[in-house]
């Protein structure tokens, strides 16, 4: 099992930038998939972006394609989330996720471990 803590999270305005990042305890932090997900106040919690073990692929929601990164360090075990041009429909609390199978970053949930999350604000 891996641990996750969230930080980089705050309010910005619309069109600013904010990073997110994800640090996971343990040793293993590079056999996991890793994954960003939110939830806005009175939705559901939804997949925002996804990168496998090695970096080599990332997914994205439709709704941020373009405007955000997912990245890994492995040697810092740490993942990130580069948010650009952002709008005040990305208002939500931003999850951290791991698991080892691949078919959970594929199929954008269902992730086995989660982190306690950040709070993002975007100001109109």
């Known amino acids: 099992q891996v641990q996750l803590v969230e930080s980089g999270g705050g309010l910005v305005q619309a069109g600013g930038s904010l990073t997110l990042s994800c640090a996971a305890s343990?040793?293993?932090?590079?056999?996991?998939?890793m994954g960003w997900f939110r939830q806005a106040p009175g939705k559901e919690r939804e997949f925002v972006a996804g990168?496998?073990?090695?970096?080599?692929?990332?997914y994205y929601s439709d709704s941020v394609k373009g405007r955000f990164t997912i990245s890994r360090d492995n040697a810092k075990n740490t993942v990130y989330l580069q948010m650009n041009s952002l709008k005040p429909e990305d208002t939500a609390v931003y999850y951290c996720?791991?698991?080892?199978?691949?078919?959970?970053?594929?199929?954008?949930?269902?992730?086995?471990?989660w982190g306690q999350g950040t709070q993002v604000t975007v100001s109109s």
């Open positions: 996720a791991a698991d080892r199978r691949l078919d959970r970053v594929v199929a954008r949930k269902d992730f086995a471990n």
């Open positions: 343990g040793r293993s932090f590079s056999s996991y998939h």
């Open positions: 990168i496998t073990w090695s970096g080599s692929n990332t």
